[in-house]
């Protein structure tokens, strides 16, 4: 069975600042991989998604993933990040018919 | 225009009671699902449905009865509500039911059990 190991719960972080949401996950077969934000009281909506081809997928709101099928790896950075990036992150991966998160990781943004 | 809607958004009821949650999507999708959120943030998904037709049920209690009258909406009711039903639910949608589709997601219904 796939799984998704979020490795951080919480990221704080200072404005301005960059930074990285680690995420690995397990399969035996080709994947699709997604990050999801969750604001408050806000469902999850879609940031970027691995499904073929290059290897580094850029998403909404300035966040960039890449996709490394050797360390099994699929981590979220964004080179600055702002107050308003505050939220909780999800990775997640596409079994055949439904989809595994990780746990979240909070990303608090400091002033 | 919202994409995934759901009401109420916030329920809060006693155990024992019989309650519903309804949602729509207008996105023209075939695929639908329900998620529950624990308050760990644990997302899970319960029930998907493709074309009206029952495709995912993961292990959740007969008490959790969905219903899908048409591609467009996917309702859930629960029976006998319990203490432990108490999190956030999410319905979501999908073009079609293949691992590649991404899901758009409702705002949720925050069920609170008394």
């Known amino acids: 069975a796939q799984s998704v190991t979020q490795l951080d719960s919480q990221v704080p972080v200072f404005e301005e600042a960059p930074v990285e949401l680690r995420c690995n996950y397990s399969?035996?077969?080709?994947?699709?991989l997604f990050w999801y934000v969750q604001y408050p009281n806000q469902g999850l909506q879609l940031l970027l998604k691995?499904?073929?081809?290059?290897?580094l997928v850029k998403g909404i709101n300035g966040f960039e993933a890449e996709f490394n099928k050797s360390q099994t790896s699929f981590h979220l950075r964004k080179p600055s990040v702002h107050i308003s990036d505050t939220a909780e992150y999800f990775c997640a991966v596409s079994d055949t018919d439904k989809l595994i998160f990780g746990t979240g990781t909070r990303l608090q943004v400091f002033p | 225009d919202t994409a995934v809607s759901q009401t109420p958004k916030y329920l809060v009821t006693q155990m024992g009671n019989d309650k519903s949650i309804k949602c729509e999507q207008n996105l023209g999708h075939d695929t639908m699902y329900w998620y529950k959120q624990d308050s760990k943030k644990f997302l899970k998904i319960m029930f998907s449905y493709n074309n009206k037709e029952l495709i995912i049920n993961e292990t959740v209690p007969n008490r959790f009865s969905p219903k899908s009258p048409d591609k467009a909406h996917l309702n859930l009711h629960i029976n006998s509500l319990e203490l432990g039903d108490s999190a956030v639910y999410f319905c979501?949608?999908?073009?079609?039911?293949?691992?590649?589709?991404?899901?758009?997601f409702g705002d949720g219904t925050r069920l609170s059990i008394l």
């Open positions: 691995y499904l073929s081809g290059s290897t």
């Open positions: 979501a949608s999908s073009q079609d039911n293949r691992p590649n589709q991404p899901q758009h």
């Open positions: 399969s035996s077969v080709s994947v699709y």
